[in-house]
C-alpha cells in the first residue's frame, strides 16, 4: 500500500518515479527516504534552507544588518545552516539516483508495452534534476570556505562567491528547470534567424559595393555591412515604435468609451 501510494503521488505531482519500478528490490529504507523528502515538513526546511542562503548576504559589507561584532558570524551561521539543509537533500536525491540505474540495466521484456517516449521524457526530467546536484555542492562548498575565511581576516567585507546563489534554484524548481530548457530551445531558433539575417545583410552589403562603389559608405565590405546593419536597426526601432503607440491609442480609445 506505501508504495503503490508513493506511485500514486509521484503521478499527482507530476514527477518521475522516485522508486525504481522493480517491486521486488525496493526496500523500508527507500520508502522512508521519500516519505521524508517528500513530506511537508522538508519541503519547509529545504525552503528555510534556500531563504537562509538569501538572508546571508544581507549581512555583506560594512553597512549590512547587525552590528560589526556578530555580522560575519551570523552571516557564516545562515551559510552552515543553509549547507547542512542541502547536503542532505542532495544525500538524500543520490539515493534515488542510485535506485533509477536499477531500472537502467534491467533488461527489457517482449510483453512491455512499448513506452519509449514516456520513458524518455521521464529520464531526461531525471538528468535535468541529478545535473545541477554537483554545481549546488560547488556553489555551497565556495559560499562557505569563503564565508569561513571573512570571518577569520579582517578586511574581507563581501563574499563575492554569493554570484552564484541563484543555482539553488535550478535544483530545487523544477519549473525553473523547465525553464532553462524551454529557453534553452527557443535561443537555439532565435540564434539561427538572426545568422539568416546577418548572412542576408551581408549578401546585400556585397552587392552594393559592386553597384554603389561611387558612395562612400560603399566603398568596401566592412563599411556596406555596417551601413545595412544600421538601416536594419533603424527600420526594427520604428516598427517597434509604431506598434507600441498604436497599442497606447487603442488602449486610450477603449478607456474613453469605457
Known amino acids: 500500500v506505501a508504495i503503490s501510494s508513493i506511485f500514486l503521488k509521484d503521478y499527482e505531482n507530476s514527477r518521475p518515479c522516485s522508486l525504481p519500478s522493480q517491486i521486488d528490490v ?43 561584532d556578530n555580522r560575519d558570524q551570523m552571516q557564516l551561521l545562515l551559510t552552515l545552516l543553509s549547507a547542512v539543509i542541502f547536503t542532505l537533500d542532495v544525500i538524500m536525491r543520490t539515493i534515488h539516483d542510485y535506485h533509477d540505474g536499477i531500472d537502467d540495466e534491467r533488461p527489457a521484456s517482449d510483453g ?22 554537483t554545481p549546488l555542492l560547488l556553489m555551497i562548498f565556495a559560499v562557505t570556505v569563503e564565508t569561513y575565511v571573512k570571518v577569520m581576516e579582517e578586511g574581507k567585507d563581501y563574499v563575492w562567491s554569493g554570484c552564484l546563489k541563484p543555482l539553488v534554484f535550478f535544483y530545487a524548481s523544477t519549473k525553473a528547470r523547465d525553464a532553462l530548457t524551454a529557453l534553452y530551445f527557443v535561443s537555439r531558433i532565435v540564434f539561427r534567424v538572426i545568422f539568416i539575417e ?19 559608405s560603399f ?26 503607440m498604436r497599442k497606447i491609442d487603442l488602449l486610450h480609445f477603449s478607456l474613453c468609451r469605457s
Open 26 to 68: 525496493i526496500t523500508p529504507f527507500q520508502v522512508r527516504i521519500h516519505d521524508i523528502r517528500y513530506s511537508y515538513s522538508w519541503q519547509c526546511i529545504l525552503f528555510a534552507g534556500i531563504a537562509s542562503l538569501f538572508l546571508s548576504s544581507c549581512f555583506d559589507g560594512r553597512t549590512g544588518w547587525g552590528t560589526r
Open 112 to 133: 512491455v508495452v512499448d513506452l519509449s517516449r514516456a520513458a524518455q521524457h521521464a529520464q531526461a526530467r531525471k538528468t535535468r534534476a541529478r545535473r545541477w546536484k
Open 198 to 216: 546577418l548572412f542576408l545583410l551581408l549578401s546585400f552589403a556585397a552587392m552594393a559595393c559592386h553597384l554603389y562603389f561611387d558612395f562612400d
Open 219 to 244: 566603398q568596401d565590405l566592412p563599411s556596406s555591412f555596417l551601413c545595412y546593419l544600421t538601416y536594419r536597426l533603424l527600420l526594427l526601432h520604428q516598427v517597434y515604435r509604431y506598434q507600441c
